[in-house]
Structures are given as structure tokens and as C-alpha cells.
């Protein structure tokens, strides 16, 4: 008799380890879910930041073609790229974040290219798009710190025991992290020349 009854209280206890272990994948999960949202639209706040200031600066200056023409094809490029967070993996991660990067890279030279347009440069319309998108920027770096802290916690779950044999029941999969860009090591050159 007490043989049966440490049998179904280990039964008992191994259960509500499974459920809780379940649970506590399930809400960091949806965790991570949620801080994607915010990547998105964080990203999504840039991508619609775009359209108005490359109108602005056409309207206001004779500007290069090529360089106007870059940035609206990242940013359509971009605004492709989707993502299912559920079943996100670290090369669907990079290519997102490399269509992204090219983004900020295109803006980033419509925006050294502007100096050489003081009338733009004092246009109010433009100042004005130019504080939202770089107000966008840190949102976008805020939202990415959130996520990778959110995957963190989620991966230790992931690894952790008894959690573990839970995600290995269940199916639950570590989520990769977003990575600074290629040669982010390197400080940049300053030259006044």
C-alpha cells in the first residue's frame, strides 16, 4: 500500500512540475511575442517616417535621385521582411535585421548627403521629420534591448531544469537574440579635413 502511495504522490508532484514548467514557457513566450510586436512597431514608425521626408526634401531642393531612390527601395525592401515569432530562427532574425540595417544605412547617407543643402537643412518640415526619425532610432534600440532581454529570459527557461523537459515535451525552441551589425566593433573614422 505505501509503495503505491509514494508511486501516484511522485505521479502527483511530477504533473504539477510539468504544468508549472508549461505555464512558465507559455508566458514568457507570449513575452516575447509581445516585445516583437513593439520591434515591429517601432520599425514600422520609421518605415512610415520615410514617405515624408524624402517628400520634404524633395520639395524643398534639386536633390540626388539616386541617393532618394536608395532609401525608398530599403525601406520597401523592409517593410517585405515578416516574422512569425513563434517560430522565429536566427537566420529569419538576420535577414530581417540586415534589410533593416540597410534602411538605416540608406538613411544615414540622405542624411550626410542634406549638409550640402543649408535651405533644407533650416526647413522646418524637415527638422521636424529629422528629430522624429532619430527619436525612432532609439525607440527601435529601446524595443531591441526589451526583445533580447525577453528571449533571454525565455532561453534560460528553455535550459533549465526541470523547465527543460517541458520545452522538449511541448516542442518549445530557444529565440535567437538581435546582434549589433557587421563591424558595429569598429569606431568610426572622424576626419575635418
Not at 4 to 16: E, K, N, R, T
Not at 32 to 56: F, G, H, K, M
Not at 79 to 87: A, L, V
Not at 150 to 159: C, F, G, H, P, S
Request: hydrophobic share 40%.
Amino acid at each position: 500500500m505505501k509503495k503505491w502511495l509514494v508511486i501516484i504522490l511522485v505521479v502527483i508532484v511530477a504533473g504539477f512540475t510539468l504544468m508549472s514548467s508549461y505555464n512558465g514557457l507559455v508566458k514568457a513566450e507570449e513575452e516575447i511575442d509581445s516585445v516583437w510586436a513593439n520591434v515591429e512597431s517601432s520599425y514600422q514608425r520609421r518605415a512610415d517616417l520615410i514617405p515624408n521626408l524624402v517628400n520634404t526634401v524633395k520639395g524643398q531642393a534639386n536633390f540626388e535621385q539616386q541617393t532618394l531612390t536608395n532609401v525608398i527601395e530599403a525601406r520597401a525592401k523592409a517593410t517585405q521582411t515578416k516574422i512569425d515569432p513563434s517560430n522565429m530562427t536566427e537566420e529569419q532574425l538576420a535577414q530581417f535585421q540586415q534589410d533593416q540595417n540597410q534602411v538605416g544605412s540608406a538613411l544615414s547617407r540622405l542624411l550626410v548627403t542634406v549638409e550640402q543643402y543649408p535651405q533644407l537643412k533650416a526647413h522646418e518640415g524637415f527638422m521636424n521629420l529629422q528629430a522624429q526619425l532619430e527619436g525612432t532610432e532609439n525607440r527601435i534600440n529601446v524595443a531591441r534591448n526589451k526583445f533580447n532581454d525577453a528571449a533571454r529570459v525565455y532561453n534560460q527557461k528553455v535550459r533549465q531544469f526541470p523547465t527543460k523537459f517541458a520545452a522538449l515535451i511541448f516542442g518549445f525552441k530557444e529565440k535567437p537574440y538581435f546582434k549589433s551589425a557587421s563591424g558595429a566593433e569598429n569606431a568610426p573614422t572622424v576626419n575635418f579635413n
